[in-house]
């Protein structure tokens, strides 16, 4: 007797719903599927984010340029797979993954999966773009082009995306246009950007851009060095005058490799 035919699982939907599928299966894709990135105007290409985590592992050893703009990218793209995604009613879920869960879980309209996937979609593409921001300031993505750069950070910056701020921030600094530096570095500080709270710190001290203020540039390099940034507790241990507190300091910032804090340790 023979087998009986498997049955078709879409065999029950209309041409439109197929269609609705597909592009819901091509917006998911685009969200959780390959991983592409250019380095030294080579493409490479990865099945997802875990094999390109992965490979990144491996390349460290042997093109260390492609291992660290993948890497990069893939805390770019995690970084924004944890923001909230929002819908026009205001429903909120925690990040990607809860809004995913949701769609599995409660078979939502077809309108609100479209909606919640495209969100996904749309922080990914901003994930990627300040990624790619960042490979071509430094040369591996394409040919320098600072100015570039500068455009793709401004515009995520004036979106309000931290990262873009901070990065808008300190490329004005270096080019000593301290004023517009300042705006955008307190921006992100003011929602506690650790770089951009170090940076202000900076300005502070040497009065660039802003009145010198001895004890804001200190207060904003305490905080920093709290929430762990290295350049700060370097900072905050060589200034540091009780010997305890001043150790303390330094070997926070020497186990996260600071060279500096090391050098300072060894002189103690």
Known sequence: MPEPEASNPDS???????????RL???????????????????????????????????LAKDRVLAYVLLEYLNASIAASKLPVVLADGTTFEDDGAAINFIGQSEPPIELETEILEL?????????????GVSIFRGTAAPKNFSQ???????????????????????????KEYDEAVKWLEMAAGVGHTDATFALGL?????????????????????????????????IGITEKDPL????????????????????????
């Open 12 to 22: 029950d939907l209309s041409p439109a719903q197929i269609a609705q599928v597909l």
């Open 25 to 59: 299966k091509a917006l998911a894709d685009q969200c959780f599927g390959p991983v592409v990135v250019v380095s030294r105007g080579q493409r490479h290409s990865f099945v997802d984010r875990i094999s390109a985590f992965h490979e990144g592992q491996k390349l």
């Open 120 to 132: 996904v979609q749309a922080k990914q593409k901003n994930a990627r773009l300040y990624q790619y």
């Open 149 to 175: 750069a500068k455009d793709l950070w401004r515009k995520r910056a004036e979106l309000g995306d931290l990262d873009s701020q901070f990065a808008i921030g300190d490329i004005l600094f270096n080019d």
């Open 203 to 235: 300005c502070y001290l040497d009065g660039l851009g802003v009145e010198q203020n001895l004890e804001r540039a200190s207060g904003c390099a305490l905080l920093a060095a709290e929430k762990g940034h290295a350049h700060a507790q370097y900072t």
């Open 245 to 268: 507190e001043k150790r303390r300091w330094l070997e926070k910032s020497a186990a996260q490799g600071f060279a500096p804090a090391k050098k300072a340790l060894a002189e103690i």
